[in-house]
């Protein structure tokens, strides 16, 4: 089968489209999907990089991707959800990669029934962003009706997620964009938005009651004085808190010894403030995204597609997710 891998860490050159892969045979509990489109996000080029070495272990070469939307080919001992036939999407697993291929297995308990308004293109978009922006808002967060919520990057891929799902739950949101983006987000529901170009944030905001933080750096250390005491900022762009090796990664001391000291800055920050910091690591659901589904089936939530890219312009496809130009995901169509 045809797939888009990486052969060894670096830049672009380090990848290929290949015709000679072998096809998955789905084991116990789990789901060969015929992959019609695979979502991009920015995990897949810092996978390539070998920037999260540390964390995701690979045995190389290993296909990229990581989303993805199809057809069930074929279904492994045990499955009962899902048929032969079934449109499905799914994130798969947290180290799951293999989605920018022609077949790919995925666990059942990941997988969810595509609404029916939606085509492949577009559904392979929702998986991680969607399921990041729904576990940060609802879990961690934990925003409710009349909370002010503030989005770092509310444009983006998570952003745009993040944005609706918070007016969902009944927030206030305030968020950032440049001014090529300002039309976009406060179509999807922001009521305040800050040109990031112009205006620096921290001199504008204060007492939010949470902080969805997608961009990290100096935005996340300064997203700590515009939270109220006994708030929360969520990071799945800044470091790692020493729990996180537990909680998320089921790693041991050595790794939550590492994470203690490359966090340290941002929790003494954190600490001043009285902010609670947490760092987030999504978790595949078949059944949160079954929850988002039914949102977009009800037109609660708006899928915001940038870009669709045929399979074999995928290097185009990723230059543009690295150039951080897209306003929405970016797709790559691998068939009809």
């Not at 096809?23 to 789990?30: D, I, L, N, R």
């Not at 961009?215 to 470091?239: H, K, N, P, Y």
């Not at 037109?299 to 990723?318: C, G, N, Q, R």
């Amino acid at each position: 089968m045809r797939g888009f891998l990486m052969n060894r860490y670096g830049g672009p050159e380090v990848t290929e489209l290949r015709d000679d892969i072998s096809k998955p045979t789905p084991q116990a509990g789990e789901v060969c999907v015929s992959v019609c489109a695979a979502g991009l996000n920015p995990v897949d080029f810092k996978i390539r990089e070998g920037k999260l070495k540390a964390i995701y272990r690979y045995q190389l070469p290993v296909v990229l991707g990581g989303e993805i939307a199809g057809f069930v080919h074929s279904v492994g001992q045990g499955v009962t959800r899902f048929s032969e036939g079934d449109r499905v999407f799914a994130r798969l697993s947290k180290k799951g990669m293999g989605g920018l291929a022609e077949f790919v297995v995925v666990e059942e308990r990941h997988l969810a029934i595509v609404p029916d308004s939606l085509d492949f293109e577009t559904a392979a978009a929702v998986p991680l962003a969607g399921l990041t922006a729904l576990q940060v808002l609802r879990d961690e967060i934990g925003v409710r009706e009349g909370q002010r919520i503030f989005i770092t990057g509310g444009a983006g891929g998570v952003g745009t997620f993040a944005i609706q799902i918070a007016k969902y739950f009944g927030a206030t949101v305030i968020t950032t964009a440049s001014p090529r983006g300002e039309k976009l987000v406060r179509r999807l529901g922001a009521d305040e938005v800050i040109d990031y170009t112009s205006e620096r944030f921290d001199e504008l905001l204060s007492d939010c009651d949470g902080v969805f933080d997608l961009i990290g750096g100096m935005d996340l250390e300064r997203s700590f004085s515009v939270t109220r005491r006994g708030g929360t900022v969520v990071s799945v762009a800044g470091l790692p808190e020493p729990q996180t090796a537990f909680r998320d990664l089921g790693r041991g001391f050595g790794m939550a010894a590492l994470f203690w000291v490359i966090s340290f800055r941002l929790r003494r920050i954190a600490s001043r403030y009285g902010v609670r910091y947490r760092f987030m690591f999504m978790h595949p659901s078949g059944a949160d995204l079954d929850f988002l589904a039914s949102l977009i089936q009800e037109k609660k939530v708006e899928v915001v597609v940038d870009s669709v890219f045929s399979f074999e312009d995928t290097h185009e496809a990723f230059a543009l997710l690295e150039s951080g130009r897209a306003k929405g995901k970016i797709v790559v169509k691998i068939a009809e």
